[in-house]
């Protein structure tokens, strides 16, 4: 049998009941287990996975003081998905707590700069969980797979990443409010943009080549567009699909509404 040997400490957030015949589960095998939800806070791995089967409501694991290497993460995850787990997640160059909520990887574009692909940042799509606003731009960002597994984005900026071509996965971000792309000028499918009800400013500028306004027709809260139409000939039809909306051009190729700044 494996000794857990973490410290703990445990917070019962939904009752203080004294009659401990009603604070536990019984297992067949006589083994009891906490009947209410749980704030878990260890030093130590050693033996968890087993004890997590005595807390079915433990709704957050602290393994901050612990080393927790990422093939136990995963683990972990894969085990109770329903957890919430609190580790450092290293990166890269960055090493943040998995409950951030925002970040931005600081780049501008810079020949001397490094740039990233997704597999250097996997384990912050992986093991951050709760973001909510994501600076990746002037990135090598090819595959956007792992971006699905954010659902409480509302600010992503993926501008300058040259060699993003499918961007199928953002159809899942369907929190976001502001969108980046502009300098991503190798793809040729925006409809994953559809599903993104909730735009509200969305920036598609640099020798960005967008044939289809028609895809912003079902974005009600949107007020804001910037974006190359892939030439002269489709900014009649974007006056047509944006009546009533702010429209953004840095190049001066449209022509704003008397009141808009940029």
Same mark, same amino acid.
């Given at each position: 049998?494996?000794?857990?040997?973490?410290?703990?400490? @445990?917070?019962?957030?939904?009752?203080?009941?004294?009659?401990?015949?009603?604070? *536990?589960?019984?297992?067949?095998? &006589?083994? $009891?287990?906490?009947?209410?939800?749980? *704030?878990?806070?260890?030093?130590?791995?050693? &033996? @968890?996975?087993?004890?997590? $089967?005595? @807390?079915?409501?433990?709704?957050?694991?602290? @393994?901050?003081?612990?080393?927790? =290497?990422? /093939? /136990?993460?995963?683990?972990?995850?894969?085990?109770?998905?329903?957890?919430?787990?609190? +580790? +450092?997640?290293?990166?890269?160059? +960055?090493?943040?707590?998995?409950?951030?909520?925002?970040?931005?990887?600081?780049?501008?574009?810079? /020949?001397?700069?490094?740039?990233?692909?997704?597999?250097?940042?996997?384990?912050?799509?992986?093991?951050?969980? !709760?973001?909510?606003?994501?600076?990746?731009?002037?990135?090598?960002?090819?595959?956007?797979?792992?971006?699905?597994?954010?659902?409480?984005?509302?600010?992503?900026?993926?501008?300058?990443?040259?060699?993003?071509?499918?961007?199928? =996965?953002?159809?899942?971000?369907?929190?976001?409010?502001?969108?980046?792309?502009?300098?991503?000028?190798?793809?040729?499918?925006?409809? =994953?943009?559809?599903?993104?009800?909730?735009?509200?400013?969305?920036?598609?500028? !640099?020798?960005?080549?967008?044939?289809?306004?028609?895809?912003?027709?079902?974005?009600?809260?949107?007020?804001?567009?910037?974006?190359?139409? &892939?030439?002269?000939? !489709?900014?009649?039809?974007?006056?047509?699909?944006?009546?009533?909306?702010?429209?953004?051009?840095? !190049?001066?190729?449209?022509?704003?509404?008397? &009141?808009?700044?940029?």
């Amino acid at each position: 049998d494996t000794a857990w040997a973490g410290e703990i400490s @445990l917070i019962d957030t939904q009752s203080t009941a004294s009659d401990d015949s009603n604070m *536990y589960y019984y297992y067949d095998s &006589g083994e $009891r287990a906490s009947k209410y939800n749980f *704030y878990v806070e260890l030093d130590s791995t050693e &033996g @968890l996975a087993e004890a997590l $089967r005595y @807390l079915p409501h433990v709704q957050r694991v602290d @393994l901050l003081e612990a080393s927790v =290497p990422d /093939e /136990e993460k995963d683990a972990l995850m894969e085990e109770r998905p329903d957890v919430d787990f609190l +580790w +450092w997640v290293r990166f890269g160059r +960055w090493t943040v707590r998995s409950d951030i909520q925002v970040f931005s990887s600081l780049l501008g574009g810079s /020949e001397k700069e490094p740039r990233f692909g997704a597999n250097d940042l996997a384990p912050l799509f992986k093991y951050c969980r !709760h973001l909510k606003a994501l600076d990746l731009g002037h990135n090598n960002l090819q595959d956007l797979t792992l971006l699905a597994t954010l659902p409480e984005l509302q600010v992503l900026i993926l501008a300058d990443n040259p060699w993003l071509k499918d961007i199928s =996965p953002l159809a899942n971000l369907t929190e976001l409010r502001y969108l980046e792309l502009f300098a991503c000028m190798r793809i040729s499918d925006l409809s =994953p943009l559809r599903a993104l009800t909730k735009l509200e400013d969305v920036n598609l500028c !640099h020798e960005y080549m967008l044939t289809d306004p028609a895809i912003f027709d079902d974005m009600p809260n949107l007020t804001a567009v910037a974006a190359h139409m &892939g030439g002269y000939s !489709h900014w009649e039809e974007a006056h047509e699909v944006l009546p009533q909306r702010k429209r953004r051009d840095p !190049h001066g190729l449209l022509q704003l509404p008397r &009141g808009v700044r940029l």
